[in-house]
């Protein structure tokens, strides 16, 4: 899509955009975009609420920060001259997967866990 002239500001680079990832990279349940159990870290790795409360103790296995609720894009797209929603920014269907070991993702839990995520 190209957009020119005054208008261009309303584009938005498809690289910049929250990606809505499908699953939860750990136990690998369904996480659609309306889901409010999806949760994401600053770097968009997602998982449910289910893992990030049991297992991960709001440790993310990868970066070691903290989950926050994921957004819902809205599936309207509810400005007339903005195209913004699902309709044009779809959600992701590529599934992400820890690479990391159930064994290893506790150890690294049990090292930050007591720390705030914003004392991390
Ligand atoms: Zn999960
Ligand atoms: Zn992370």
Redesign the pocket.
């Known amino acids: 899509m190209h957009v020119r002239g005054s208008s261009r500001k309303l584009e938005i680079e498809e690289e910049k955009l929250l990606e809505l990832r499908p699953n939860?990279?750990?136990?690998?349940?369904d996480l659609p975009p309306a889901s409010a159990e999806a949760r994401i870290c600053s770097y968009e790795c997602t998982?449910?609420a289910?893992?990030?409360g049991s297992v991960l103790q709001n440790v993310c296995p990868t970066c070691g920060g903290g989950f926050a609720p994921r957004p819902m894009r809205p599936r309207t797209s509810w400005r007339a001259n903005k195209p913004l929603g699902l309709g044009f920014h779809l959600a992701s269907t590529v599934r992400h997967y820890s690479p990391f070991s159930l064994e290893d993702i506790k150890a690294h839990v049990d090292r930050i866990k007591s720390f705030n995520p914003q004392d991390r």
Not at 24 to 29: I, N, P, V
């Open positions: 939860c990279e750990l136990c690998d349940c998982y449910c289910e893992c990030v």
